[in-house]
């Protein structure tokens, strides 16, 4: 796999960010932090109401949070 494979908003991502890997685990890691956190700004920390948008259990976006370290 190259870079060229990945989605475009990973590779905006990665493109944005010295620390950029290509180690398709990072830069999915990465997107994820990054989308989950502006859901959460979006909707003003609401943790159930971002649960719902990204069609995730809310004890899922508690697990998503702690692991990938987002900070409120």
């Not at 069609?55 to 697990?63: A, E, G, K, V």
């Amino acid at each position: 796999m190259t870079l060229k494979d990945l989605p475009a908003p990973v590779v905006a991502y990665s493109q944005k960010h010295p620390a950029f890997t290509f180690s398709l685990r990072d830069a999915l890691r990465g997107f994820e932090k990054q989308h989950i956190a502006r859901v959460l700004d979006q909707v003003g920390q609401d943790r159930k109401e971002a649960a719902k948008l990204l069609d995730i259990s809310l004890s899922s976006l508690y697990r998503k949070i702690e692991e990938l370290e987002i900070e409120e």
